[in-house]
């Protein structure tokens, strides 16, 4: 298949159905076209350890178009503002930190296409919109990796769309150990960002050995469900410190209000722990859980509908055009709306749960079979894989 007839089949947006990550059924109504999703980091794990949830839309062969433009079916900072009626909102320079391990060397010069391609403001490590800092918070970069490097490079990309006037620090692991994570995410919080969007996950783990390092009265803590739909819990999505955000099919929906329609992705993480406490304000939307059940709120996240256009690293030293998707788009679209939302008075992870009916309530979709259907099927109220809703407005956070 020839570059041309690849970016063909990218623009084909209305001929696109959901595509999903490895080992979830994936459907595209071009056929031929065989867009799908694909992780960028590996799956395989062992205890303690975590994987990103990003996912990159891919041809038959596993292969993602190159463009030197964006794709037209990508999600635009225009669009994902316009859907989550973010236009208007200003974080005033409030900070967003993003915590995913290993280095990447080029983010600042993808960050600045990115931004320039939309016409968002400069973010730079000049002009102090952009900040990178290890583990510790010093300024040695660990080694690079490919799949985290696209991570991060959806993780800037998705922040500067949903909060254009956020300063941005990265925060980078030398491993994707939980432990070196957790350290990561610890140092971020001594910055007294707003929010602090982790967009990985690995197997349930127990807050009473990792939980101290996503505890931080004041700071919203935002971490992606996951991407392999329902499966019980998956740390730190699954901690009682943070927001477990989950993802949805995101279109546009001419003649409606809202001017958008939302569905569950398929793909996007969802069940309960056996571990961790349940949230204290949960009681009150019933989940069903006898602990605590991810997700809180959702965002876009599959990567063929609401997949953002993302410019993102193929080598050390190329970057180019794609779409990406995973609960590692929703995780720091969510963080983003924390922090243009400015309240830091309490607990604010527990905000959602106080103003549930000023969100977008996502009641159509699944992402699996469960003993208990609101765990993993939409339905008015909450549910697992989308919990209360998507952003609407700043109000709810």
Request: aromatic residues 6%.
């Amino acid at each position: 298949m020839t570059e041309r007839t690849l970016l063909s089949a990218l623009g084909a947006g209305t001929l696109l159905l959901s595509a999903l990550v490895a080992g979830v059924p994936a459907a595209d109504a071009a056929g031929s076209h065989g867009l799908h999703g694909q992780r960028v980091c590996r799956a395989q794990l062992s205890k303690g350890e975590a994987s990103c949830s990003a996912v990159k839309l891919v041809d038959s062969t596993g292969v993602a178009p190159k463009s030197a433009a964006p794709p037209s079916t990508g999600l635009t900072p225009a669009g994902l503002r316009d859907a989550y009626k973010l236009a208007g909102a200003s974080a005033a320079g409030r900070t967003v930190a993003i915590v995913d391990a290993y280095g990447y060397p080029n983010l600042e010069r993808d960050l600045a296409v990115y931004r320039s391609q939309f016409g968002l403001p400069a973010c730079t490590t000049a002009n102090g919109c952009l900040r990178i800092r290890n583990q510790t918070g010093g300024t040695s970069s660990p080694r690079t990796n490919t799949g985290w490097d696209q991570e991060q490079a959806l993780d800037v990309d998705a922040v500067s769309a949903a909060c254009p006037d956020c300063t941005i620090l990265v925060v980078q692991a030398r491993s994707a150990s939980f432990a070196d994570l957790g350290t990561a995410v610890s140092w971020a919080a001594t910055q007294k960002p707003a929010a602090i969007s982790n967009s990985y996950g690995g197997s349930d783990a127990s807050d009473s050995t990792y939980g101290h390092y996503y505890d931080h009265s004041g700071i919203a803590v935002t971490a992606s469900t996951g991407d392999d739909g329902y499966q019980g819990g998956s740390y730190p999505a699954s901690s009682s410190h943070v927001t477990a955000v989950g993802g949805t099919s995101l279109v546009k929906a001419s003649g409606t209000s809202r001017g958008w329609a939302e569905t569950v992705w398929n793909g996007t993480g969802s069940g309960c722990s056996t571990l961790n406490a349940a949230l204290p304000d949960a009681a009150k939307v019933g989940t069903g859980c006898a602990k605590r059940a991810m997700a809180d709120v959702a965002a876009a996240a599959d990567p063929a509908k609401g997949g953002l256009a993302v410019y993102y690293p193929t080598t050390t030293k190329s970057s180019t055009w794609g779409q990406f998707g995973g609960t590692s788009e929703a995780a720091p679209i969510i963080a983003s709306v924390y922090a243009l939302s400015g309240r830091t008075d309490n607990d604010a992870n527990a905000y959602p749960y106080q103003s549930p009916g000023s969100l977008f309530d996502v009641t159509s979709g699944s992402n699996g079979t469960c003993p208990t259907p609101q765990w993993c099927t939409a339905r008015a109220g909450w549910d697992g894989p989308t919990g209360l809703g998507t952003p609407n407005g700043i109000g709810a956070f």
